[in-house]
């Protein structure tokens, strides 16, 4: 951490006169969902500073792990309470509701954007594509790619695809490089939705219409169609009760499972639903302290939740309770023909639970049908499940679940398969000292990793804001994502404040917390035979022990 003189903490021009001229920040700030919004509101919060500047490829403020501004599935919203979804220095008394839906999210995003007013600060249809470290100049080179309006809200698939179809043109409108003292990146970790399954052949010749839910087509008419569902995550758990529902009035709707999760009913508010939407805006608005004690009081029943992941006896017996619990709520809300194929083998925790208000319900919809027969084929107007099924396992001879192939109509198939979580910072390349890229420095090492989530030897002056291992399993993102912001800072003032040229993390210091967080994710369920997004290839890089 080498002592400078006061560095340069307006944004400015540099180069002068020339054709390498370019635009500096002193702070840079890769993506605006809620991570990199808490980072822009707390420099100026904080540290009174506000010479930086927020790029994101999308069109539109506010992205978050589940609600997002692409994310605009049928039925979405917030599956934990909203006042334990926002942020602690920026409370709202005002939902609308105990759990709101995506779009009432957002707004609050977008205000508390304008309440700190960064939104002049935040650059959209903006792709930071690349970062270099300059070690002569202690600076990042960042290549940016300026995108056409709407192609940043597709994946990185679509956008590969649209250039190959339509030319380079067609996506990105222009290129600069700037430079930055700093640079915080946001992205995210649930960002790119996984691609089609590999194993499942047809899919060229299928002349319905294919998407992802996290990339929703509303130009797709569903009324009177077959769908497909693939997928029963907690994506699809929102949106599948929705499409037998007018405004889309699908004809019917298979659901294709691989394997059951564990369902949990959604937190019912004080006083129920009816009585909460009436009177907590006004009540929480008059006395504000009531909305703090109610977050903590949520904040430490999800603290209790801890207790699911451990290995020893006590935790065995918490969660062996809690499982009774679930399977009984399973019992009571769905037919009798899907008890067997909703019982999960796998201990509570091991993969992400579903806090459900509407799922369970929909599948009495006689026009839902949930099956474990797999995914085999895909023809012109239809598709093949089977023969064989996923669940529960074919070894397990007195199960009564289908096993036999089974020919469907589809008019369109909806992909509700997840995102691709182990790879962290997705296309950004971020090239270090000695010319080292990070993703490289990750693979020598076993695999994606920072200290304390946020930091890396050999990048100096970059944090990532909830980065690798800064998930917990059981509570809110947003309070990861304020805690790896407020971290961050006490760095950032040293640099900004001319104590320090910069700040870079020890390989000893890093390379032992990634040991030790290893080693403790061994004593969890997470480690065992536990299948889930977590790990990959035997190395959990997403949740903290």
């Excluded at 020339?18 to 904080?46: F, Q």
């Excluded at 069109?59 to 919203?77: F, L, S, T």
């Excluded at 959209?124 to 202690?138: A, G, H, P, S, Y």
């Excluded at 009081?297 to 020893?312: H, K, P, S």
Aim: net charge neutral.
């Amino acid at each position: 951490m080498p002592k400078m003189s006061k560095p340069l903490t307006s944004i400015s021009q540099t180069k002068g006169y020339s054709e390498k001229t370019c635009t500096y920040y002193p702070v840079l700030i890769v993506g605006a969902g809620e991570s990199g919004i808490a980072m822009g509101c707390r420099l100026k919060e904080v540290l009174g500073f506000d010479q930086f500047r927020i790029f994101d490829r999308q069109a539109g403020i506010g992205d978050n792990a589940e609600i997002r501004w692409i994310n605009r599935y049928p039925g979405v919203k917030c599956d934990i309470p909203a006042v334990f979804y926002s942020f602690s220095f920026s409370p709202n008394n005002q939902w609308t509701t105990f759990h709101p839906t995506g779009p009432e999210i957002v707004k609050y995003l977008q205000d508390v954007c304008e309440k700190y007013q960064i939104v002049d600060k935040i650059q959209l249809n903006t792709d930071v594509t690349e970062m270099k470290w300059l070690e002569d100049q202690e600076e990042w080179e960042v290549s940016l790619a300026h995108i056409a309006v709407g192609a940043g809200d597709l994946s990185e698939a679509k956008r590969q695809e649209k250039i190959r179809e339509h030319g380079l043109e067609s996506v990105q409108i222009g290129q600069e490089v700037v430079r930055a003292k700093i640079v915080a990146s946001a992205v995210g970790g649930l960002v790119e939705p996984r691609a089609w399954p590999m194993n499942v052949p047809g899919k060229e010749n299928f002349e319905g219409d294919i998407f992802h839910s996290a990339r929703w087509d509303y130009g797709v008419k569903l009324a009177g169609k077959d769908v497909i569902v693939v997928g029963t995550g907690c994506s699809a758990a929102q949106f599948v009760p929705e499409l037998t529902k007018t405004p889309f009035n699908a004809k019917s709707v298979t659901q294709i499972m691989r394997s059951p999760p564990w369902v949990a009913p959604r937190p019912v508010p004080p006083f129920g639903q009816a009585m909460w939407d009436k009177w907590s805006p006004s009540v929480l608005t008059a006395m504000p302290w009531l909305a703090r004690l109610l977050r903590l009081l949520i904040f430490l029943g999800a603290e209790r939740d801890l207790n699911l992941f451990g290995q020893e006896e006590y935790h065995a017996k918490f969660r062996s309770k809690v499982e009774k619990d679930l399977l009984v709520h399973l019992r009571r809300s769905v037919p009798e023909k899907y008890h067997e194929i909703l019982t999960p083998d796998y201990p509570l925790g091991c993969k992400r639970r579903i806090f459900d208000a509407t799922w369970f319900p929909g599948l009495n919809d006689p026009k839902i049908e949930l099956t474990t027969l797999p995914l085999t084929s895909v023809q012109p107007r239809g598709v093949t499940l089977g023969p064989g099924r996923t669940y529960p396992d074919m070894a397990e001879v007195d199960s009564s679940a289908p096993k036999h192939e089974v020919k469907l109509a589809a008019d369109a198939i909806i992909l509700a398969n997840g995102f691709d979580t182990t790879t962290w910072l997705h296309t950004l390349k971020v090239k270090g000292k000695d010319g080292k890229y990070l993703h490289d420095v990750w693979d020598s090492r076993g695999g994606p990793q920072a200290y304390l989530g946020a930091a890396m030897d050999g990048f100096p002056n970059f944090f990532i804001v909830f980065g690798p291992n800064t998930v917990t399993g059981h509570s809110s993102v947003i309070v990861a994502s304020e805690n790896m912001v407020n971290y961050s800072l006490k760095f950032m003032k040293l640099i900004l404040n001319g104590d320090a040229s910069t700040c870079e993390v020890k390989k000893e210091a890093e390379t032992k917390w990634t040991r030790e967080v290893q080693d403790k994710l061994k004593k969890t369920i997470w480690h065992d035979e536990c299948q889930n997004w977590y790990t990959s290839n035997g190395w959990n890089a997403v949740l903290y022990p």
